[in-house]
């Protein structure tokens, strides 16, 4: 179990770098300057996929820490909070914003 602990070291590449390697496919996109979320509203069908599966793939990341953070018997409510976080990272993968007033 402490695998599910271990993995939470990939939380950050999960969500950077697909959040870069989409905003470098956007034209006029500045990863520096903008949101990782204004991906989803460019006319770019294949940068937004990359985007929201980095946000699905950072979301079940979350959700398998909670889980090896459960498993230990310690910490329940920060576990149970950033499973929280992670369904709502996954929610964010399938469902994106539509609009830039978010």
Known sequence: MTFLIRQAKLIPLLFFIPVFFSGFLVDGYDSIRQHASEV??????????????????????????SIGILNT????????????????????????MGTPMH
């Open 40 to 65: 989803a509203l460019s006319n770019f069908i294949v940068a937004k996929l990359i985007s929201n599966a980095g946000a699905i793939l950072t979301g079940l990341s979350c959700i398998f820490l």
């Open 73 to 96: 018997r310690k910490y329940y409510i920060c576990s149970v909070l950033f499973m929280i976080f992670g369904v709502s990272m996954i929610s964010n993968g399938i469902y994106p």
